[in-house]
């Protein structure tokens, strides 16, 4: 039951006041929607720098020689090469595709959507984004302190990672601010985890239940859950990391290494323990990425096709299934470290297995386009992105849960093009579609119509053109990580097609200026917005634009009917809001 719980109608309280003065109210703000236009511009930062380090990493796998002006030596190094690597995917997976989705558009919408004033804790929901953007601030710092960013990787692998700047550069105080600002993001994201389940638990308005939850909120309270269960792993996995640093402990580091020449003094430590506690993180991490995207896909595919979502509850049970299948798989990342044949077996069927859930998602999603009504707008527009660029990732990694086939494939690009499309591509395509779909509910303005179609072209096949090659690549031996590939005699044939794909990027980033360019230009100029500019059926189209503090100025709602009801037979109007009562329904003469 909620916690502003009443009978009948719209329960009216008095409004709540605004905190008065700048910091109290946008920067050391308790609200919820400040605290996720936080999120949505801390996020919007770390994807820039994400974008500008992988078009480093594009130049120089195309052009290794080259010199560039802000490189200390002029050209680039391997390790400098292997720190963009690293950090790129630590900001974007950590930054942007876990920070964007959840910690923005989560915090923003999904109190609104079940009625709710706020979340359920406030004060912990502005801890919650400052610890974020504490470790944020370590993970930049780590290009500036002495020996720069690390060069581990994204999955910071032992004993590269444990034994400090013995093992190259950036390996010291750089692979530290790496560890810290992890663990740092692992704290905020419980947080925020155990915030978001607690809201949607308890603060539910009269007549939400479980089943007229809007699908968005679906996804942003199983990723908590997700969450909840998974960062603390990784958490507890970089505390040890920290220990075997600097205290002298071995959990990870086994004895007998030997680097430089050097006899380390480690022993009983294993490698591979850190490989599991990060999986058994990373791979519902691949799922908290993506759940909001579905739920926001989902959304918005029947917004605009004017068409209830096809098969409601076995989409919301496909989420929760995905979410409980998505602890059992992370072994598929671990095919090449030895493991036993029957371990081997046991997650590639399991892996095989989560396909289930997502292509009833799919077919779904292909079930609601059918017949309906559809109006190409750009979150429309996005939305259609993000299913198709889904399918085409998820299908190459139908391959990979084979343990015979990821042998060969597991170091080559093929990996990297298969997880850029299903995880992170779609994710932004997730991003974009809820942008261009709540703007105006956010900032109580329209964005530019024609110049978000002109991004989405861009972006559209601008990403196919990037990783559909790179699975060919893989497929040819092409090797993932190696800073000149044109040095290899046999890696050196696949250069025309690299520069194919540098080219593709280049172009690509180049059209997140329009976006950038719409954004905040809308957010001055844009055409102002009504209270439901998308004939939209969900709470937060009842309320003003942008919403008031309390969110719905002392009216608060009840809800009716799932969350869904477009095209009612009989009904005058093609789209019936969740909070009017059946007996204000106006029907058609």
């Not at 974020?132 to 993970?139: D, G």
């Not at 196919?464 to 290899?488: E, Q, T």
């Not at 690509?508 to 954004?519: H, K, M």
């Not at 004939?535 to 100025?553: K, M």
Request: charged share 10%; hydrophobic share 50%; glycine share 10%.
């Amino acid at each position: 039951m909620s916690s502003h719980a009443h009978t009948g109608g719209s329960a009216v309280h008095a409004p709540m006041a605004e905190p008065s003065g700048f910091i109290r109210k946008y920067i050391f703000s308790v609200d919820h929607k400040v605290i996720g236009i936080q999120y949505f511009l801390l996020a919007l930062t770390a994807v820039v720098i994400g974008i500008v380090l992988s078009m480093l990493m594009r130049f120089h796998l195309v052009w290794p020689n080259a010199t560039l002006p802000f490189v200390s030596g002029g050209q680039m190094s391997q390790e400098q090469y292997l720190a963009l690597v690293t950090m790129h995917g630590t900001i974007m997976v950590f930054f942007v595709l876990t920070t964007a989705p959840q910690g923005g558009f989560g915090n923003y919408f999904l109190p609104i959507q079940i009625g709710a004033p706020d979340m359920a804790f406030p004060r912990l929901n502005m801890l919650s984004f400052w610890v974020t953007f504490l470790a944020f601030v370590c993970i930049v710092a780590a290009f500036f302190v002495p020996g720069g960013a690390p060069i581990s990787g994204w999955t910071g692998y032992t004993p590269l990672s444990g034994l400090g700047e013995i093992t190259g550069p950036g390996e010291g105080w750089g692979q530290t601010m790496w560890i810290a600002s992890i663990s740092l993001f692992c704290l905020a994201s419980l947080l925020g985890a155990l915030n978001f389940i607690a809201t949607t638990i308890d603060l539910r308005a009269p007549g939400m239940t479980l089943m007229r939850m809007p699908l968005t909120v679906w996804g942003w309270l199983v990723t908590a859950v997700l969450g909840l269960l998974a960062f603390g792993v990784l958490l507890a996995a970089g505390i040890l990391l920290l220990l075997d640093r600097s205290a002298g402990t071995s959990f990870f580091l086994p004895a007998g290494l030997v680097v430089n020449d050097q006899i380390q003094a480690h022993s009983g430590g294993s490698p591979l323990l850190w490989q599991h506690l990060f999986w058994f993180f990373g791979h519902p991490e691949v799922y908290i990425a993506i759940l909001p995207g579905m739920g926001v896909a989902s959304h918005v595919l029947s917004t605009f096709s004017r068409k209830p979502v096809f098969g409601y509850r076995a989409m919301a049970y496909a989420i929760c299934t995905i979410g409980f299948l998505g602890f059992m798989v992370w072994g598929h990342h671990m095919f090449l470290s030895g493991m036993s044949p029957y371990s081997g077996f046991t997650f590639s069927v399991l892996t095989m297995a989560i396909g289930v859930p997502s292509a009833i998602k799919t077919f779904n999603w292909l079930g609601t386009l059918w017949g309906g009504k559809i109006q190409f707008k750009s979150p429309m527009l996005f939305a259609l992105g993000f299913v198709s660029l889904f399918v085409s990732g998820g299908l190459s990694g139908l391959f990979l849960a084979q343990p015979a086939v990821d042998n060969l494939l597991h170091a080559t690009y093929y990996v990297v093009a298969h997880f850029h499309l299903v995880m992170g591509v779609a994710a932004i395509f997730g991003i974009f579609a809820a942008t261009y779909f709540w703007f105006p509910k956010m900032f109580g303005r329209m964005m530019n119509e024609p110049l978000a179609k002109l991004h989405f072209w861009f972006t559209f096949v601008g990403a196919y053109c990037i990783f559909m090659p790179m699975h060919f690549v893989g497929l040819a031996g092409g090797i993932r990580r190696y800073a000149d590939p044109s040095a290899v005699g046999f890696l050196a044939r696949l250069q025309p097609v690299h520069e194919f794909m540098t080219i593709a990027a280049f172009i690509t980033g180049a059209a997140q200026l329009i976006f950038l360019f719409n954004f905040f230009y809308s957010l001055k100029f844009g055409p102002k917005a009504t209270k439901n500019p998308w004939n939209a059926t969900t709470l937060e189209w009842t309320t003003d634009s942008p919403p008031p503090i309390d969110n719905f100025g002392g009216h608060y709602p009840s809800v009716y009917r799932g969350p869904y009801e477009f095209s009612v037979p009989g009904a005058a109007e093609d789209f019936i809001p969740q909070n009017i009562e059946p007996a204000q329904v106006a029907r058609a003469k």
